[in-house]
């Protein structure tokens, strides 16, 4: 399993969260697969810790590339 923090797809391009809140879990369904079983979301919700924030895991390392780089 591959995982993707927020901060790798933000040092890629700073705006990718303004299209991503509306586009990214969609196109992560239509092209990745389905939720829960080829990619998922998981929080770190303590702001003291490195990976405070959201990251996406998935199954596929493939497709966590080929997310990094449709997003980027």
Same mark, same amino acid.
């Given at each position: $399993? ?13 705006? *990718? +969260?303004? #299209? ?35 990251? *996406? ?5 493939? $497709?966590? #590339?080929? #997310?990094? +780089?449709? *997003?980027?």
């Amino acid at each position: $399993m591959t995982k993707i923090h927020q901060s790798q797809l933000r040092a890629l391009n700073d705006d *990718w +969260l303004i #299209t991503a809140q509306t586009d990214f879990g969609s196109w992560l369904d239509h092209h990745v697969g389905e939720f829960n079983r080829d990619w998922g979301r998981t929080y770190n919700l303590d702001k003291s810790h490195p990976a405070y924030g959201c990251s *996406w895991w998935f199954r596929d390392p493939e $497709m966590a #590339t080929l #997310t990094l +780089l449709k *997003w980027s």
